[in-house]
């Protein structure tokens, strides 16, 4: 099993940025496909973006453009670069690891003036 510890979320006003974090309780990173997905009050949990062990890369269109994923496997880190944030991203992130069916407890990002 593996624990994954998502960091980063907050408060932030339209049009402005966060970067989330998600580190590994062992060396998975490498590995592994990692995802990030995204729940708002009332709607289904949706899936955000996917990086690839080979670092193959996939957005949803919702955050295409705006959003970068990336991974640092020296730091079990995978991250969610959030730019030009809109109040329809206000959500609860959550970091996953497909193959192993493992999620993080996720982090809250509000965005509002």
């Known amino acids: 099993q593996v624990q994954l510890v998502e960091s980063g979320g907050g408060l932030v006003q339209p049009g402005g940025s966060l970067r989330l974090s998600c580190a590994a309780s062992?060396?998975?990173?490498?590995?592994?496909?990692m995802g990030w997905y995204r729940q708002a009050p009332g709607q289904e949990r949706e899936w955000v973006a996917t990086?690839?062990?080979?670092?193959?890369?996939n957005y949803a269109d919702s955050v295409k453009g705006r959003f970068t994923i990336s991974r640092d496997n020296a730091e079990n880190t995978v991250y969610l670069q959030m730019n030009n944030l809109k109040p329809e991203d206000t959500a609860v992130y959550y970091c996953?690891?497909?193959?192993?069916?493992?999620w993080g407890q996720g982090t809250q990002v509000t965005v509002s003036l």
């Open positions: 996953y690891v497909p193959t192993l069916d493992s």
């Open positions: 062992r060396n998975i990173i490498s590995f592994y496909d």
């Open positions: 990086i690839s062990v080979v670092g193959r890369i």
